[in-house]
């Protein structure tokens, strides 16, 4: 199993900025879209930001122009920057691959996502 982590959330001012990692257990970004959803209280989970496996990049309207998707496939490990932050913008932020399986020397394996970071912006 691949195991992914999240981190770098905390409490902010807006207008203020944060850097997001997701950190995956091995390398599967040659395989697998990676992806940022966020979730607010009594809202559905939304994809913010997501990078193809060639690294093709897509930023949701909402954020476009602040935030941004970044990869380093040395580290294993998934950026999302957050410039401009509005409190809006407070939510659990999760990472996901897609597909939820890689493939690494021939074999599968399934991929268990973390447990969000969580993000507060204050006015």
């Known amino acids: 199993q691949v195991q992914l982590v999240e981190s770098g959330g905390g409490l902010v001012q807006a207008g203020g900025s944060l850097r997001l990692s997701c950190a995956a257990s091995r390398s599967i970004f040659s395989f697998n879209d990676m992806g940022w959803y966020r979730q607010a209280p009594g809202m559905q989970r939304e994809l913010v930001a997501s990078?193809?496996?060639?690294?093709?990049?897509y930023v949701a309207d909402s954020v476009a122009g602040r935030f941004s998707i970044s990869r380093d496939n040395a580290k294993n490990t998934v950026y999302l920057q957050m410039n401009s932050l509005k409190p809006e913008d407070t939510a659990v932020y999760y990472c996901?691959?897609?597909?939820?399986?890689?493939?690494?020397?021939?074999?599968?394996?399934?991929?268990?996502g973390g447990q969000g970071t969580q993000v507060t912006v204050s006015s």
């Open positions: 996901n691959a897609d597909p939820t399986y890689t493939m690494l020397g021939g074999t599968y394996y399934a991929i268990q």
């Open positions: 990078i193809t496996s060639s690294g093709i990049t």
